[in-house]
């Protein structure tokens, strides 16, 4: 018996079953969203290859396709895409991103732009949600994200960074990205389920890291419902089955719980939020499983991966260059030191840190919404149906945004910020990344228990490799560690 089928009831699979092949058909990215056919007609240039061609390299070869449509094409770009030839127009300059952030959300619409993430996802999760109901659902998670809560889970992230340090050892190589991976899932396991038992928790994460790990072809078969009978795609269905059940299990346990007023969790905030406690309206409802499950995915994977990637490369880049390794270990002990005014500092000079790895290394290529209505944007006129977004990988990659673009400079970010819409790691508007804050503060504490702990040297260069929608270092971001 596999730890995920422990004190399993009779019959829970082949419900849990029912419901993941029920989202995957109702999520199909295939389906359409009702907007018909979209006209090439006085959209920008871009490359008359098959739209499938085309879909290949945006998914497969995003680093290298979006510079060369940007020096081929200037500024603004068109790319069709499967299924049916649909037009995602990307814009690069700081004033089109400010322009689609401050879209009308009734016209501008993520939730439909992000619907190849649909079938892992769910219908309810805030990333596929628009207009009023993602209103609701951002109401609803707030609470978990204020400043009070980030200063609480705090805490929990050092315990669980220092922890893993406590595993390395001195000399020791290693593949940054699978050691930040492992603390980043652990740290949102427990922030967002409040899981700590370790049956539990051993259940949970080959199938959180199954869900990531998984190329963009998957991704792109979701769209044809024939292909989740075979190879890869059944796996992925297999494996969803398993993780669903576990998340359900965990949320029917929670609810009755005897402490679940006194936990400090998300899974726990948000059960009692939808009833008016813990800051929330009774007005918009208690949430229910299938809610809780997709609203906990999004957290789960939105929260884990992206931190660990730009953890990884920052470190691989500290570990490149002396200079600024040592400016980061003397924020480190500041950091962790006892003069609040220095401690703060430190960590605002991790953050930053974080904040130049992020930008360096995007993990996430563009930002999209698609036209529910016509749009002028960027000097075009856009028809509806279409999809449009600023590239994140032009945006921090532009000499006329960020000087000397190609070098590793966390000095960027030290007492100012870069120009408005330069820096768009996590989007912008009212759909700018709930997450934000938790990131930014899970980043700078961890590098602050590496730092205090050990001296980091890169092994050999590395480059990005595209994994599921995500950018990860190819090789893993190799360093040597040597205890302080």
């Not at 939020?273 to 499983?289: F, K, N, P, S, T």
């Not at 996430?364 to 529910?372: E, F, Q, S, Y």
């Not at 028809?383 to 000087?403: D, M, Y």
């Not at 050999?460 to 971001?477: C, H, K, L």
Request: hydrophobic share 40%; proline share 6%.
């Amino acid at each position: 018996m596999t730890a995920s089928q422990h004190a399993r009831p009779a019959g829970a699979g082949a419900d849990t079953a029912v419901l993941t092949a029920q989202r995957f058909a109702r999520m199909n990215p295939g389906r359409g969203d009702g907007l018909g056919r979209v006209s090439s007609e006085g959209l920008p240039p871009g490359p008359r290859w098959p739209a499938a061609i085309q879909t290949i390299a945006l998914l497969r070869y995003r680093h290298r396709f979006h510079a060369w449509l940007q020096r081929t094409h200037g500024d603004a770009f068109t790319i069709r895409l499967l299924p049916g030839g649909r037009p995602l127009v990307m814009l690069t300059r700081p004033e089109d991103a400010r322009e689609i952030f401050a879209g009308d959300p009734e016209v501008f619409h993520a939730g439909k732009a992000n619907g190849i993430l649909g079938p892992i996802m769910g219908e309810h999760s805030l990333l596929l949600q628009d207009s009023a109901q993602h209103k609701r659902a951002r109401r609803l998670l707030m609470p978990a994200f204020n400043g009070q809560a980030l200063r609480g889970y705090a805490d929990l992230v050092a315990r669980v960074a220092a922890e893993e340090v406590a595993t390395w050892r001195d000399g020791e190589e290693l593949r940054s990205l699978d050691r930040m991976n492992r603390l980043t899932l652990e740290v949102i396991l427990r922030v967002v389920f409040g899981v700590t038992d370790e049956q539990r928790l051993a259940a949970l994460r080959p199938r959180v890291n199954a869900t990531v790990d998984i190329s963009p072809m998957v991704l792109l078969g979701w769209g044809i419902p024939t292909l989740q009978r075979f190879g890869p795609w059944k796996a992925t269905i297999e494996n969803q089955v398993e993780l669903d059940w576990l998340i359900y299990a965990e949320i029917r346990e929670r609810r009755e719980a005897p402490d679940l007023a006194t936990r400090s969790d998300v899974l726990s905030r948000l059960i009692l939020v939808g009833d008016g406690e813990d800051g929330g309206d009774a007005g918009d409802g208690r949430l229910d499983d299938t809610e809780l499950r997709d609203q906990l995915v999004t957290l789960l994977l939105a929260g884990h991966e992206t931190t660990a990637t730009s953890l990884a490369w920052a470190l691989h880049e500290l570990g490149r260059h002396p200079d600024l390794l040592a400016e980061a270990i003397a924020a480190a002990d500041a950091a962790a030191g006892e003069d609040d005014d220095a401690a703060v500092d430190g960590l605002a000079h991790l953050e930053a840190v974080l904040k130049e790895s992020m930008r360096l290394h995007p993990v996430i290529p563009m930002v999209v919404r698609t036209l529910l209505k016509p749009a002028r944007l960027g000097g075009w006129d856009l028809p509806a149906g279409a999809t449009v977004g600023p590239s994140i990988l032009i945006a921090h990659s532009k000499e006329s945004n960020h000087a000397d673009p190609e070098r590793f400079d966390p000095a960027r970010f030290l007492g100012r910020n870069p120009p408005t819409n330069t820096w768009i790691p996590f989007g912008g508007g009212v759909r700018r990344c709930i997450g934000a804050g938790f990131a930014q503060m899970e980043g700078a504490v961890v590098l602050r228990e590496v730092l205090t702990r050990f001296d980091v040297e890169a092994l050999g260069e590395d480059e990005p490799r595209v994994r599921n929608i995500t950018s990860v270092p190819r090789r893993g971001a190799r360093i040597r560690v040597r205890a302080r």
